[in-house]
Each structure stands twice: as C-alpha cells, then as structure tokens.
C-alpha cells in the first residue's frame, strides 16, 4: 500500500491576492459595456477563478491540499490563503481529542470476566496519513483503542498474590503499555497519542459476588499467617528473656504449657478471659 506523507503545499497570502480580486472586478463593471462580449466573459472566467482559490485556516488545524486526485501538500499556517484554484483543500483538525471507551466484557489471563474501560488522549500530526491512509481517521481510532484494550486485559490477571503484573495492582505500568500498543496501531492513520489511562475495572457482575468472597478468604488467610509469625516471635523471645534472666526454669512439659497458653492469647479473635491459680487445696 502507498503510504503518503504530509508535504507543505504552495500557498499565497489571501490579501493581496483579494485586492486583485476586487479590482478585476470593478474594471469588469466599469467596462461591461465597452468591452467585447468574449473578453468580458474571460474576465467573468478569471474573477471567478481567483475567488474561488481563497480559503482561510483555522488554528490547530491544517488543509490538505489535493489538485486532480494528487496530493501536492498541507497547509497549517492560520490565517487568510490562496492557492491554485482547480485544488481542492479539505480540512483536518489538529486538536487534542479524548476518546473514552465503553465499558468492555474481557476474559482476563485467568479466564474470569472483567469489565475494563479506558480514555485515550490523542491527536492528528500527519493530516496526510489521517486523510489518505485510512478511511475515517477517528473511527479508527475508536476501533483500534477497543482491540488494544481488550489485547492488554487479556495478558494479565485481574489480581494476584504472587507478585506478578496484576491489572489491578499495577495500573501506572498498564497505562503505559497501553499507550505503546496504540502509538504502534495508529502510526498508520498520523496519529499521536498522548496519553492513556484505564477508567474502569471490575470483576463482571456475574462473578463479582464469589470473587469478593474470595478475596476476603485470601485476606483473612494473609492476616491469619502474618497473626501467627509474629506470635511464634514473641513466645520465643518470652521464653528467651525468661531464662537469660533466670526467673524461673520451665521442664519441658511447663514450657509447652506456657507455649501453649501465649499462643492462645496471641492468635485469638477475641480477648481472652485469664484464670489465676493461686495455689492447691490439698498440700
């Protein structure tokens, strides 16, 4: 496929070519009737020439200009222009545009179904491959935003406890592969993008319950773990310091008693109600 790239088109201030304008046509006026009638209407044929090579361009826009089906150039310099008459300039915008996408259905790496959404900042910098290349610039945009975000959900788990790239935990990374995988797709269609970011994630709703459930048993289970480290910590540094101190000295069966009683205190979920044996009844 022939790729064009965006050239600068040949152009004349507006101005000076309009002040020719108005006087072809006030000689024109004056002279209709003293003038033959084939050289007024060369004249007519000429003043109508040059009006119709005005155009004016916006800014942050650009004019791609085409003279019989060839392009000769772009023209993004604002303000009031003339060009060859016989071309023919349309107009594109170089405005930063947003595109938010709708809320996507996607099997993520795992398999479960997520609902991702994402809003993509981009621009045109190559008005002839946006005109010329594709064959509607922002809807291409529209669709290969959409294919990019479904392929980027698909890589990934929605979340995870093993340290690996999450889709959840790791968004700022995400965003920035994300806008790799566009710039890559839209360098076709002249397109910059200046950003993008996810706006929505969220397990579907048809599993969202049981992975709510699920991740609150993976928490409780985390917190459990962590709960009985730190207890095992302090029962050894207990026992440590009691006998370093030489407070008392435990048998073994004491010593697992004790062990027993701390861990009990430490791990459980709710306060503990303590029993003092002050001594036996029979000696």
Excluded: C
Aim: a negative charge.
């Amino acid at each position: 496929m022939e790729q064009v790239r965006e050239g600068k088109a040949w152009r004349l201030s507006g101005f000076p070519m309009l002040v020719i304008e108005i006087a072809l046509v006030i000689w024109l006026f004056t002279q209709r009737q003293s003038l033959p009638g084939h050289f007024l209407a060369i004249g007519v044929i000429v003043a109508v020439l040059l009006a119709a090579g005005f155009f004016v361009v916006q800014p942050n826009e650009a004019r791609a200009v085409v003279f019989f089906g060839n392009y000769v150039g772009s023209t993004r310099r604002s303000g009031f222009h003339w060009t060859n008459p016989l071309t023919v300039r349309r107009r594109v915008s170089l405005r930063v545009r947003n595109f938010s996408s709708d809320k996507l259905k996607v099997n993520e790496a795992s398999g479960n179904p997520v609902e991702i959404a994402a809003v993509i900042v981009w621009r045109v910098i190559d008005s002839a491959k946006a005109l010329f290349d594709v064959e509607d610039y922002a809807a291409f945009v529209g669709v290969q935003s959409e294919t990019a975000i479904r392929t980027l959900a698909s890589r990934y788990p929605y979340d995870s406890t093993d340290g690996e790239v999450t889709l959840l935990g790791n968004q700022d990374e995400l965003a920035s592969e994300l806008r790799q995988e566009l710039e890559t797709r839209l360098a076709v269609a002249g397109v910059e993008v200046l950003e993008a970011r996810l706006t929505h994630l969220a397990y579907a709703p048809e599993i969202a319950q049981a992975m709510l459930r699920r991740q609150q048993a993976q928490a409780v289970v985390a917190a459990r773990q962590k709960i009985v480290e730190g207890a095992v910590g302090m029962v050894r540094m207990a026992l440590e310091q009691i006998a370093e101190a030489g407070i008392v000295e435990f048998d073994e069966e004491r010593k697992a008693t004790m062990v027993n009683n701390l861990m009990v205190v430490l791990t459980s979920d709710q306060a503990t109600q303590p029993i003092v044996n002050t001594g036996t009844l029979y000696g």
